[in-house]
């Protein structure tokens, strides 16, 4: 059951009636790939899972940022000020990344 909410989350689907739960699984799927990429020299799943964490946490920041930060600006700003220059350090990186190619040096690191 939960490989197939990992499966439909990275083909792009998510559970809009628990966004929360989306989430939960982002998590679940980034570090699962993460997991892969770090435990491998065969390139082949280096070249497969990096661009795939790039994007799932692309998606999992635009999402926090739709859903989740205009409700919890109205109680905390001061928090989702922090968070969005967090997702902006975040984005540099990921671009950066997107600019190298998986296996480099600079890319694993």
Do not use: W
């Amino acid at each position: 059951m939960e490989e197939n909410k990992i499966a439909a989350r990275s083909q792009g689907s998510f559970p809009l009636d628990d966004p929360s739960q989306g989430l939960l699984h982002d998590h679940y799927f980034v570090r699962q790939l993460l997991q892969r990429y770090l435990s491998t020299q065969d390139q082949k799943v280096k070249q497969y899972a990096g661009p795939k964490i790039c994007e799932a946490l692309l998606q999992h920041t635009r999402l926090e940022e739709a859903v989740f930060y205009p409700a919890v600006e109205k109680l905390d700003a001061a928090m989702i000020t922090r968070c969005l220059d967090d997702h902006h350090v975040a984005d540099e990186l990921i671009e950066q990344m997107q600019n190298l190619s998986p296996g480099d040096a600079a890319y694993d690191e």
